[in-house]
């Protein structure tokens, strides 16, 4: 029998987590610290450790809720880590780009976090519901929700300032749901003020893990109608990938 935290403690613990991972990379930095810096959209250099600190703080809070959310957290932010080092200067972006060179016979790091994301979320989603149509629904509404943030994370604080504002409903409900809402939100919160002031970058490390929470919250909180309008959302996201980015990219001005 799990033992589930309320939101508030739930929120808490991911925040305390993400700021005391940050904390101990930057203190001491595996590998020297200029493996753990990126040039953002401006050129100014800014650190990743946010990225794997939020990754690993809410997939221990994700799991807390449920094991099945926290690893499929996990293996999204495990996904997006390996496209932030492996992928770092491919300038293809998009599913497109990636199948595309899969048919000629080369795997792309957006390839394997694009399949690694997808798998996790499918394996999570044949845990967290019984029926099959749900168990498929809830693997496409957690990688889907992952790759949304992931879209969004164009400009300081977007996918942050996202998951705060999209986990804020799931507040309402009571459960499971609630209490994983809570986690995304709290690791988003303790990252999002160094995030706006361009000290550090979130990648696809942490866009990734927090997309994954914020879906698995959907499904522990939904039932088959909620899925379909979510699983419905997110693929139309996919589709419209270049507009969803080009419009958070628009978000206060450049």
């Not at 959209?41 to 997939?59: D, F, H, I």
């Not at 019984?130 to 889907?144: K, N, Q, S, T, Y």
């Not at 209490?179 to 002031?197: F, K, T």
């Amino acid at each position: 029998m799990i033992k589930r935290a309320p939101r508030t403690t739930s929120f808490g613990l991911a925040a305390a987590l993400t700021r005391a991972g940050i904390t101990a990379l930057r203190t001491r930095a595996p590998g020297g610290r200029e493996r753990w810096e990126r040039k953002n959209y401006a050129g100014r250099t800014v650190e990743l450790s946010a990225g794997p600190a939020t990754a690993v703080a809410l997939a221990a809070g994700s799991a807390r809720v449920h094991p099945a959310a926290g690893l499929a957290v996990l293996v999204a932010g495990a996904c997006g880590a390996y496209d932030d080092i492996a992928g770092a200067g491919d300038p293809r972006r998009g599913f497109g780009a990636h199948l595309s060179a899969l048919r000629d016979g080369e795997i792309t790091s957006g390839a394997v976090k694009l399949f690694g994301v997808a798998g996790a979320g499918l394996l999570a989603g044949a845990v967290l519901k019984e029926r099959p149509l749900d168990r498929l629904l809830a693997g496409v509404v957690i990688a889907g929700a992952a790759h949304f943030v992931n879209l969004v994370d164009v400009r300081p604080g977007r996918a942050a300032g996202a998951v705060l504002a999209l986990g804020a409903p799931g507040l309402l409900r009571k459960g499971t749901g609630a209490e994983l809402s809570a986690a995304a939100m709290g690791a988003a919160a303790a990252v999002l003020p160094d995030d706006l002031g361009e000290r550090v970058m979130i990648g696809d490390t942490g866009a990734h893990a927090l997309g994954a929470a914020l879906g698995a919250a959907v499904v522990l909180g939904n039932g088959r109608a909620g899925l379909l309008a979510h699983a419905a959302a997110v693929v139309a996201a996919a589709a419209c990938g270049h507009k969803v980015s080009a419009g958070a990219r628009s978000l206060g001005g450049t």
